[in-house]
């Protein structure tokens, strides 16, 4: 049996995005992004150990922000991200959910 490197995954993946500038300095961004690994494949993703080899795994994230451009080389941004991943658990899905603060400057 193949395990680790010797595996080859067939995937089904993509996003879609989105952002409007509220005004000059302020913006909404939101995304979704989803990974569907093919032929009853599991792998690790996002921390979270994917199901049986009787079902696929799939990985669902949706994310939201509010950005605030200080500057012209520098964002502040604050962030959630919902998680959700197809996986067989005792407990169900993972609490692996995301609030993040970020700032981003560029030199």
Known sequence: MATGR????????GYMEALCNVTSKWYL?????I???RH???????GVTGATQYSSTQYER???ALGYRWS???????GYDINH???IHPD???????LSVVLVSSF
């Open 6 to 13: 010797d595996l080859d995954f067939e995937a089904n993946y």
């Open 29 to 33: 961004a939101g995304r979704y992004s």
């Open 35 to 37: 990974v569907d690994l």
């Open 40 to 46: 009853n494949a599991s792998a690790v993703l996002n």
């Open 62 to 64: 949706y994310s939201a």
């Open 72 to 78: 012209d080389k520098t964002i502040i941004k604050l």
């Open 85 to 87: 991943a197809d996986v």
């Open 92 to 98: 169900g899905d993972p609490s692996d959910n995301l």
